[in-house]
C-alpha cells in the first residue's frame, strides 16, 4: 500500500495508521527541527497530489487488515494540507470507518477558509505553532516568503471559532531559538487566545535538519508546562522505557538488522532500500535502539545507523 504506513505506536493517539498525502518533503516550512531533513519542495500550491481515489482504497485495505488502530492520522511525509483533496477524503472515510480521523498540520493553511472546512470532518486537529513572533518563526519553521506569523495566528484562531471537535495545540522548543522569556509569555497569550483543549510541549529528540538545533532539558519543559497551566503536557520522549511494551515482528527486525549489518546506513538509505515509510521506519529504530541491537553515530552532520 503505497499512501499508508502503519499502524504505529504514538503515545498521543495509542496505534495510529498514518496517511500519506503528500510527496517526501514537500511543504511550505523548511523547519530547523524536521526529523525527516530539509524541506525540498517549499510551496503554497494545494492540489491533488496523489490521486485521491487511490489513497482511500489503500486505507479500505488496510481496515481489512484488522489490526488494531486508534487513529487514522493525516500526516506523512509533508504538509498534508496542501493536498487539495484532503477534504474529500475525510468525508469518504467516515462513510466506510468509525475510527476517528486526526490531522497533524503546520497550521500554514489554517488562514485559509476552503481549508478549515475540509478540516471540519475530522474527530482531532493538531496544529502546531513554533513560534509567537515574526523573527523567532523565520528562524525556526524558515517559511514560504508569503506566510507571517500573525496570518499563522489568525488561522488557528479562526478555526477554532468553527472547529467543534478536539483542537490539541502542539509547541516545538529548541533552545536558544524560541525558549526566550519574552516568547514564552507570549506564547501564552496565544494559548489563552485559541482555546486549545490540551497543550502539547515537545522538544528535539530526534536528529533534526539542522546541528543547531538542540533540545530543552526535561526540567525546562517541565517548569514551561507549569507556566502555561493544566491543560498543559510534555510529550517529547526522554525515557526510552515508555516502548518497553513494543516489539517488532520477527521479519521487521530481520530485514532492518541485515541491511544495517553490511554497512553504516541512514534514515534515507533504509527507506529507500526497504521501501518501510520513513515515519514508520524512525517508530522501528527506537525499538531497536532500546532493545541495544543497534546504534546511532553522527559523522560529518549525518546521522548514521551500525549494529552493535
Known sequence: MKYIYGPVPSR???????????????????????????????????????????????????????????????????????????????????????IPIAVLTNSSFLWDKSLREDLLPADLVVPSLDAATEEVFK????????????????????????????????????????????????????ISETHPEKVHLNTVVRPPAEEFAHPLSVKELEETRDF??????????????????????????????????????TLSDIHSSLGIHRNELIKYLEILERDKKIKKVDYEGVTYYECK
Not at 75 to 95: D, M
Not at 142 to 159: A, C, Q, T
Not at 167 to 179: P, S, Y
Not at 234 to 251: E, M, N, P, T
Open 12 to 98: 498521543r493517539l495509542g496505534f495510529s495508521l498514518g496517511v500519506d498525502l503528500v510527496p517526501y518533503k514537500t511543504c511550505p516550512f523548511d523547519c530547523i527541527y524536521c526529523q525527516l531533513g530539509k524541506t525540498t519542495d517549499k510551496t503554497i500550491a494545494r492540489r491533488e497530489c496523489f490521486p485521491k481515489e487511490d489513497i482511500l482504497r489503500d486505507v479500505r485495505k488496510a481496515l481489512l487488515l484488522d489490526k488494531k488502530i486508534d487513529y487514522i492520522t493525516f500526516s506523512g511525509s509533508g504538509e498534508p494540507t496542501l493536498n487539495s483533496g484532503i477534504g474529500w477524503l475525510a468525508r469518504e472515510i467516515k462513510k466506510i470507518t468509525q
Open 139 to 190: 528562524a525556526m519553521n524558515r517559511p514560504h516568503s508569503s506566510l507571517n506569523i500573525d496570518k499563522i495566528v489568525e488561522g488557528i484562531k479562526e478555526f477554532r471559532k468553527e472547529f467543534k471537535n478536539e483542537l490539541w495545540l502542539e509547541i516545538m522548543l529548541v533552545k536558544g531559538i524560541n525558549d526566550s522569556k519574552d516568547e514564552i509569555e507570549k506564547f501564552k497569550e496565544l
Open 228 to 265: 502555561f497551566g493544566e491543560n498543559c503536557e510534555v510529550i517529547a520522549r526522554f525515557d526510552k522505557s515508555r516502548l518497553d511494551k513494543l516489539s517488532l515482528s520477527g521479519d521487521i527486525e530481520c530485514v532492518i538488522i541485515e541491511l544495517i549489518k553490511r554497512r553504516p546506513v
